[in-house]
């Protein structure tokens, strides 16, 4: 027995395993994993949406918005970065100088420092996130309005 079709057309083959992995195995997923999978997916996909459509859209308000982001409350910097910059210069002396190994406070204050950094940063980083998804909004929507326009003219095109 071949694996070839009575028709005549090529042999069917399965699915490489190089074919799944580089579709995020999804392929060869059980039927209950994928429709699960996909259910998460679309839930996704609509909490990403509802967050775009809750930007601002005009330039004007997605550069103010982006302004209050970057300077709140008139400070210099987003919340958290600075705070994270003047702790990071602090932590150079402070690794340099002592053993860090045995336990005691000095490692405690390393590693305190160290989280206050990281936090600061994570907390910098979404603002900065937001900033760039502020300020391409105006493009995204004029991108999305483009691409429908011509969906519209090539459906009208097909239609014919």
Not at 41 to 59: E, F, G, M, N, W
Not at 72 to 89: I, Q, W
Not at 128 to 137: A, E, H, K, P, V
Request: aromatic residues 4%; glycine residues 6%.
């Amino acid at each position: 027995m071949t694996n070839t079709p009575t028709s005549g057309t090529a042999p069917v083959h399965p699915v490489s395993m190089y074919e799944n992995e580089a579709n995020h195995n999804m392929p060869l997923l059980s039927e209950g994993n994928f429709n699960r999978s996909m259910a998460e997916i679309s839930q996704l996909r609509k909490q990403q949406a509802d967050y775009l459509d809750s930007l601002p859209t005009t330039v004007e308000a997605c550069g103010e918005a982006a302004m209050r982001l970057l300077h709140p409350a008139g400070e210099c910097y987003p919340e958290g970065f600075e705070e994270a910059l003047y702790l990071s210069f602090a932590l150079e002396p402070m690794i340099k100088h002592l053993d860090t190994d045995d336990p005691g406070i000095e490692r405690d204050a390393l590693l305190f420092i160290a989280d206050r950094v990281r936090l600061g940063l994570e907390r910098s980083v979404a603002k900065l996130d937001r900033i760039s998804d502020l300020l391409g909004n105006p493009d995204r929507i004029k991108r999305e309005a483009q691409s429908r326009a011509l969906g519209s003219v090539r459906g009208q095109t097909l239609g014919r």
